[in-house]
Structures are given as C-alpha cells and as structure tokens.
C-alpha cells in the first residue's frame, strides 16, 4: 500500500473543521434542543459522530472519508431544516462545509481508495 502524502491545506482545513465538529458536541445538551424531542438529541449526536469520523478519514487520506462528509452535509441540513433550526448556527454549518468540502474534493483524485 503506497504512502499518500498529506498536503497542507487538507491538514490545515482538517484541524479546523475537527475543532468545529467538536465544539458542536456540546450543542446536544442544550435545553432547547432536549425540548424537540426525545430523539432529537440521539439523531444530532449520530450525525456530529459520523462527522469527527469522516474527518478522520480525510485526515488519512481516504476517498471514503470525503465521501461521508458530503453524506453527513446533506442529512445535516435536511434535518436542520425539518427542525425548524434557521438560526445563525444553521447558515455557518452550511458555508463551512461548503467551503470544506471544495479543498477536499480539490484532493479526492490523491486520496486513497481502499479502507
């Protein structure tokens, strides 16, 4: 298996959106968010999950990893929507990634194809 070499925008951009990712895990235990509903905070906590390890991936440099997060994007923002969660909060999630996701797939053809 051959050695794919970092580059320092992906490693650059990775910290960043795993200190992002991290800061968004104390979002769940917020009171408005246990008000939604019983399962409300078990669907984000999944989804800031599937995030870090997507992130992870990325910082290995696997196409899988790039892949994830452009999954976890969408389900983000399809639940943000069906929350009703229009908030500041909802349109940084939304430009970040965005941003994110353009500089990974900048990479994706470097970025290994196994597990």
């Known amino acids: 298996m ?3 070499t ?3 925008d992906i490693r ?7 200190i992002l ?13 246990k008000r939604m509903g019983d399962f409300i905070p078990m669907i984000l906590g999944i989804i800031i999950t599937m995030q870090f390890v997507s992130l992870i991936g990325i910082w290995h440099m696997k196409q899988w990893g790039v892949q994830l ?5 969408c389900i983000r923002v399809i639940t943000f929507m069906f929350l009703d969660l229009y908030e ?14 353009v500089f990974f797939l900048i990479h994706y053809r470097k970025m290994d194809t196994n597990l």
């Open 21 to 33: 990712v991290l800061l968004a895990f104390p979002m769940l235990f917020t009171p408005s968010i």
């Open 6 to 8: 970092r580059p320092k």
């Open 88 to 101: 500041f909060r909802f349109f940084f999630n939304i430009f970040y990634s965005v941003t994110f996701i």
């Open 12 to 18: 650059i951009v990775t910290i960043i959106a795993l």
């Open 2 to 4: 051959a050695q794919v």
């Open 69 to 73: 997060f452009i999954i976890m994007f």
